[in-house]
């Protein structure tokens, strides 16, 4: 079954860095994005970034010059470096995988698998 572990959150003063990893099992050659979302108290979970299998990225604009994804094909992990952290970026931050299409024995196209989250607070 698929499996979507994070980790490296914690609590870190305004303008240090974090790498956040997200470890992935099942299904590894089934065609798929990687993304990362965010969701602080009270608030909808939102978009930060992703990456698909041709190693495109793209951000939401809060987060644009500051985090990078990439992603480690042969250990199966993705990664979000983070750095100038603002308190704003203050969340649990959870990893999606995303299947993109059906193929023999893969899940269905669109088809969403989410990680339990990892925390990261950030201090004024």
């Known amino acids: 079954q698929v499996q979507l572990v994070e980790s490296g959150g914690g609590s870190v003063q305004a303008g240090g860095s974090l790498r956040l990893s997200c470890a992935a099992s099942g299904y590894p050659t089934c065609r798929h994005a990687m993304s990362w979302y965010r969701q602080a108290p009270g608030k909808e979970r939102e978009f930060v970034s992703t990456?698909?299998?041709?190693?495109?990225?793209g951000y939401a604009d809060s987060v644009k010059g500051r985090f990078t994804i990439s992603q480690d094909n042969a250990k199966n992990t993705m990664y979000l470096q983070m750095n100038s952290l603002k308190p704003e970026d203050t969340a649990m931050y959870y990893c999606k995988k995303t299947f993109l299409a059906r193929g023999w024995g893969c899940p269905g196209n669109g088809l969403d698998y989410w990680g339990k989250g990892t925390l990261v607070t950030i201090s004024s």
């Open positions: 990456i698909d299998p041709y190693g495109s990225t």
